[in-house]
Nanobody, 122 residues
């Protein structure tokens, strides 16, 4: 089992920044971690992902140039730096991990965090 603990959500004004963290623990190996979000009344959507062995990150078009995903292998932690936040970024953000084939596909991830609320005011 893998346990994921997220932190860093909150309320911020449009144009501001937040950094989310996701710490993984447990004995099951994974090859990638990602962030998804679920806006109010909408389905969960892919935000960003990174593989442990290959450093190239993946981003949804809606966050490219504003969000940066990074990892600390020694700490088994993944970060999501969110800059230039917009009201449409308001959502519950979920960290996910798994043995992933397609990083943008939620069902490829076997482990999920509890979610952290990000609210961007206009």
């Amino acid at each position: 089992q893998v346990q994921l603990v997220e932190s860093g959500g909150g309320l911020v004004q449009a144009g501001g920044s937040l950094r989310l963290s996701c710490a993984a623990s447990g004995r099951t190996s994974t090859n990638a971690m990602g962030w998804f979000r679920q806006p109010p009344g909408k389905e969960r959507e892919f935000v960003a992902a990174i593989r442990w062995s290959v450093g190239s990150p993946y981003y949804a078009d809606s966050v490219k140039g504003r969000f940066t995903i990074s990892r600390d292998n020694a700490k088994n932690t993944v970060y999501l730096q969110m800059n230039s936040l917009k009201p449409e970024d308001t959502a519950v953000y979920y960290c996910a991990a798994g043995w992933v084939l397609t990083v943008a596909t939620a069902r490829d991830y076997g482990y999920w965090g509890q979610g952290t609320q990000v609210t961007v005011s206009s």
